[in-house]
Each structure stands twice: as structure tokens, then as C-alpha cells.
């Protein structure tokens, strides 16, 4: 049994981790025969990173589901129009942690990479629907909060 097989059974991070990335190294590392895929393009020295957008949302209170409803389904029609969106999640928090801190919805949007994100933010219609999720905010631009991150 590789090395890999016996850290996973007494780690199951390992056997579940989506990071290609990690399984690489470990098989490099281990010499196990593990069908990976790498996913840093040949003759770049660095993989261009997938981007995933995470927001959380602090709404007014009083404001009516559907409006989230209905920003949450312009958010992801965003899909058609931007290269490189991968999809978007989003709802509202059913963590039984209730650690929210009022910021009980939230979204995720992945993008191919760098330059797909830096599509999205300068694309009119999310600038559009960007000021309307801050008018609904509480508190504006302090009921948001926004995290990029590499995956």
C-alpha cells in the first residue's frame, strides 16, 4: 500500500480534498500511481488560479425575501454574459452555529481566473446590481463583506 493510502485512512482531509494540486504533490512525494490532473498549463511555471468570489450580506431588516430573491437571480443570469463565470450559490445561512453576526445570506460565484473576476467587477450590469445589494444592506457598503479567494 502506497504511502498515501495509509495517510488518507488516518486522515480523511486527504480523502476528501478537491485540491488536484495536493494529491500531486503527495503522489510526487510518495510514488504512488494516482491519476491527477495538473492544473498548471505546460512551459508557465504557475497555474492561473480559479477565483472563488464570497459574499456575505447583512440586509435590512424588514426587507422583503422576494427582493433578495430577485437580486440573487440577476446576480447568476451574470453567468450568460461573463466569460469564464463558472456558476453562482447563494441563500440564505443554515448554519446551526449561528455565528452570522446578521449576516445571514450570502453568495459564491467562481471564475476560471483573475481576469474572469476583473471582468465581472467592471461589467455594468454587476456595477448595477452591486449598488442595489448596497442600498439594501444594512448599514451600506458596512452590510457586505467581500473575499476573494484562490482556490
Request: aromatic share 8%.
Amino acid at each position: 500500500m502506497c504511502a498515501i493510502s495509509q495517510a488518507s485512512r488516518r486522515n480523511p482531509w486527504l480523502q476528501h480534498t478537491k485540491r488536484t494540486d495536493r494529491w500531486f504533490i503527495a503522489a510526487i512525494d510518495t510514488g504512488c500511481d494516482i491519476p491527477v490532473q495538473s492544473r498548471f498549463p505546460p512551459g508557465s511555471g504557475k497555474a492561473p488560479a480559479m477565483i472563488r468570489h464570497i459574499v456575505l450580506i447583512k440586509f435590512k431588516p424588514g426587507i422583503d425575501e422576494a427582493v433578495i430573491n430577485s437580486l440573487f437571480d440577476a446576480l447568476s443570469d451574470l453567468g450568460d454574459q461573463i466569460a469564464g463565470m463558472r456558476g453562482f450559490d447563494g441563500g440564505i445561512s443554515v448554519s446551526p452555529e449561528q455565528l452570522e453576526q446578521g449576516f445571514k445570506h450570502g453568495f459564491c460565484i467562481d471564475f476560471d481566473n483573475e481576469a474572469a473576476r476583473d471582468a465581472y467587477l467592471e461589467h455594468p450590469a454587476h456595477q448595477a446590481l452591486g449598488a442595489e445589494l448596497v442600498k439594501a444592506a444594512d448599514g451600506e457598503i458596512s452590510g457586505l463583506i467581500v473575499f476573494d479567494l484562490e482556490m
